[in-house]
């Protein structure tokens, strides 16, 4: 994407990292038929990222002309004889995305929603199931849609051919043999998922200070909170024999060694 950017523009790469960023967000969704099919949100900001806005000349429609440029070369040669090359097909829907807007093209608002949908909807939607498969006497007794029955049998097949042996096809076969994450995204297109992780820590931690009544610690000292419980003493259920038969064969043993000594 950004060679054929820069190509539409007439200039280098590194030209154009100093006059706009490209960000993207993708996800990932299973159609009924068990193919995924993906929606992916490309933005172009300006170099220093989203509140930077792009240089004038970059429009809609010249991104519009990359992405589906950028489609059309992208091809994957799949291990057969001869080998196979896979390119994107002609199902490609390129659309502009406005702020809170319904114009001839698709809202942000929208937008949010469909990551909100994918997030929550996986492989079951496509009618198989949402653990691995160990073993392919279980496909049979699957509860799962005839057609998806069928896409499972087939990663347990291919996974046996040799050229396929580098592919994790039997492990994803419950996935219908996509092992990908349901979304992925550059890490300048919004907050990264390290920024989320320590907030969702934070709000914790401040939940269990105002819990427990403890102050807010000083940053540059470590606090450590520990509580102990008295258990109990002697051997719990079942301990008690072992530790006697442990005693009895020692106490056989030290008696045998006298004994030989004594000879």
Same mark, same amino acid.
């Given at each position: 994407m950004p060679s054929v950017l820069a190509r539409l523009l007439g200039i280098t790469r590194t030209e154009l990292r100093h006059r706009l960023r490209l960000s993207y967000a993708k996800v990932a969704e299973y159609q009924a038929r068990g193919l995924v099919?993906?929606?992916?949100?490309?933005?172009?900001d300006g170099p220093d990222g989203p509140t930077d806005r792009p240089p004038d000349e970059i429009s809609i429609e010249l991104l519009d002309r990359a992405i589906r440029q950028a489609a059309g070369q992208i091809?994957?040669?799949?291990?057969?004889?001869?080998? $196979? /090359?896979? %390119?994107?097909?002609?199902?490609?829907?390129?659309?502009?995305v406005y702020v809170s807007a319904e114009l001839d093209g698709v809202s942000d608002q929208r937008v949010a929603a469909y990551v909100a949908?994918?997030?929550?909807?996986?492989?079951?939607?496509?009618?198989?199931?949402?653990?691995?498969?160990?073993?392919?006497w279980e496909i049979p007794g699957l509860n799962v849609t005839e057609h998806a029955r069928r896409m499972?049998?087939?990663?347990?097949?291919?996974?046996?051919?040799?050229?396929?042996?580098? $592919? /994790?096809? %039997?492990q994803w076969a419950h996935m219908l043999g996509y092992r990908g994450h349901f979304s992925t995204k550059s890490r300048h297109y919004s907050v990264t998922l390290g920024d989320l992780r320590q907030a969702r820590a934070d709000f914790r931690a401040e939940q269990a200070r105002l819990l427990y009544g403890v102050q807010v610690p000083d940053p540059n000292t470590a606090l450590t909170i520990a509580e102990w419980q008295y258990a109990g003493k002697g051997h719990?259920?079942?301990?008690?024999?072992?530790a006697n038969l442990a005693h009895q064969r020692i106490?056989?043993?030290?008696?045998?060694?006298?004994?030989?000594?004594?000879?």
């Open positions: 099919h993906f929606h992916a949100v490309i933005r172009l091809s994957v040669r799949v291990a057969d004889e001869p080998p $196979l /090359p896979v %390119r994107w097909g002609d199902q490609l829907d390129v659309r502009p949908k994918y997030a929550t909807k996986g492989a079951e939607s496509a009618g198989t199931v949402n653990r691995p498969i160990r073993h392919a499972i049998y087939a990663c347990f097949s291919l996974a046996q051919l040799p050229q396929y042996k580098g $592919l /994790p096809l %039997r719990r259920s079942g301990e008690g024999f072992w106490t056989a043993a030290r008696r045998r060694e006298q004994r030989t000594g004594m000879t």
